[in-house]
């Protein structure tokens, strides 16, 4: 299940290898109009990177989870009533690769937490956080950080980052976990 606030961090942290950086693999991002044809272009731009990684047997996965991260923050995370400003992009989607872990992350001007429902058997929407569970190893989401040197003007929101954490090839947790309960 999808943790929030301030213990939404230890399970990434845990779930995280060490940031020795000869471990780190890469990181890509690209900004998103406010639209939903930014939902294609975020599949599109998740192909390419994985492709990059050499990772394209997750790609069906990964896809299905960024497309559901990037349809909630577009649905549910952009403010309607207030004018945007074309340099302040709305949001963003972070790809970061490990040797044994794979994150997607996005990244929303709204401070509230992403909430799973329950939807009516007929319904055609409600279930996105219940995909992303399903299809990722685990996930959550924290308020954005401040970056370095950033400055907030008065007012104005720093947002939250959703994420989802998708283990690899090689991992060992899996092993790990056998071992020390003894199988």
Request: hydrophobic share 35%; charged share 20%; aromatic share 6%.
């Amino acid at each position: 299940m999808g943790t929030n606030g301030s213990t939404m961090l230890e399970p990434l942290r845990q779930g995280l290898p060490p940031t020795d950086p000869s471990a780190v693999a890469g990181s890509a991002s690209c900004t998103l109009p406010a639209c939903y044809e930014a939902v294609g272009g975020a599949r599109r731009f998740t192909r390419k990177t994985l492709a990059q990684w050499e990772l394209t047997e997750r790609f069906d996965d990964v896809a299905l989870v960024v497309s559901e991260l990037v349809t909630n923050a577009l649905r549910h995370a952009l403010p309607t009533d207030t004018p945007r400003d074309p340099q302040d992009p709305p949001v963003r989607l972070h790809l970061m690769h490990w040797t044994s872990r794979l994150v997607c992350a996005v990244r929303d001007p709204s401070r509230s937490g992403p909430v799973a429902g329950q939807a009516a058997d007929s319904a055609e929407s409600g279930r996105g956080l219940f995909l992303v569970e399903s299809f990722s190893d685990s996930w959550g989401w924290h308020p954005s950080p401040v970056l370095a040197g950033e400055k907030l003007p008065s007012g104005a929101l720093r947002g939250k980052v959703v994420w989802a954490l998708f283990r690899l090839p090689g991992d060992g947790t899996a092993d790990d976990a056998r071992q020390s309960a003894g199988c």
